[in-house]
């Protein structure tokens, strides 16, 4: 159980393009989720936290109007990153928790954005 | 503010032999600590968990932890490495209720056959 499922897995798209990304939560509902970004062998920094219903919480040095989220329902939560630049390629991952189990974060496999 | 320091950057270890990876905190209160692990290209699966009662704690494939509060160390082992283990080791640290949480720079495993 608590299988948090994100698309796409990779993903190539032309500079000045936008780009989104899902993250649904498959056998339980998430008021919250949260959007991880992953820079090549370094390690996960948070980005912001989506909040279902209402605006995202944006970590400090996160454009907003870059990187919109929408949380629309409490199994999917989306993230777009708008008019991509190849400083935002990057490794994208969403995690969120089950109120089963509200301690432990489960992770998607994340997506390999590439802008050219 | 929490962090995690995990001072190993690469480990290189044989098949069968035993493994710890190092873990150190800093947190204001009790701690949620958590170990995960990366393969390449994927996401993180979680190797265990600790939020309170016995120390010791035990996970999938092996792998367990042991949380020492005077080290604010949470170190995990494993007692005979598997090629398959060669993966990306992250722990974290977080208040719980499903919060956010903070990651160590990560500690990679290569197994030698």
């Known amino acids: 159980g608590a299988v948090v499922s994100q698309h796409p897995s990779r993903v190539i798209c032309k500079s000045g393009t936008s780009v989104k990304i899902e993250c649904r939560s498959l056998?339980?509902?998430?008021?919250?989720m949260f959007w991880y970004r992953q820079f090549p062998k370094q390690s996960l920094m948070l980005m912001a936290t989506?909040?279902?219903?209402?605006?995202?919480?944006?970590e400090q040095g996160v454009e907003k109007d870059k990187f919109l989220i929408n949380h629309a329902s409490l199994t999917l939560s989306t993230l777009t990153v708008t008019s991509a630049h190849p400083e935002d390629s990057s490794f994208y991952i969403c995690?969120?928790?089950?109120?089963?189990?509200?301690?432990?974060?489960?992770f998607g496999n994340g997506t390999r954005l590439t802008v050219t | 503010a929490q962090s995690v320091t995990q001072p190993d950057i690469h480990i290189t270890v044989s098949e069968g032999a035993s493994l710890e990876l190092r873990c150190n905190y800093s947190?204001?209160?009790?701690?949620?600590l958590f170990w995960y692990v990366q393969s390449p290209g994927q996401g993180l699966q979680l190797l265990l968990k600790?939020?309170?009662?016995?120390?010791l704690v035990q996970g999938i494939k092996g792998f367990e932890a042991e949380f020492k509060r005077s080290q604010s160390s949470f170190n995990l082992r494993k007692p005979s490495v598997h090629w398959s283990d060669a993966a990306e080791y992250f722990c974290?640290?977080?208040?719980?209720?499903?919060?956010?949480?903070?990651f160590g720079t990560g500690t990679q495993l290569k197994v030698e056959l």
């Open positions: 600790y939020f309170s009662g016995d120390t």
């Open positions: 995690s969120a928790s089950p109120s089963r189990d509200r301690e432990t974060l489960h």
């Open positions: 974290a640290v977080g208040p719980g209720g499903g919060n956010k949480l903070t």
């Open positions: 947190y204001g209160a009790t701690p949620y």
């Open positions: 989506s909040n279902e219903g209402s605006k995202a919480t944006y």
């Open positions: 056998d339980f509902q998430a008021t919250t």
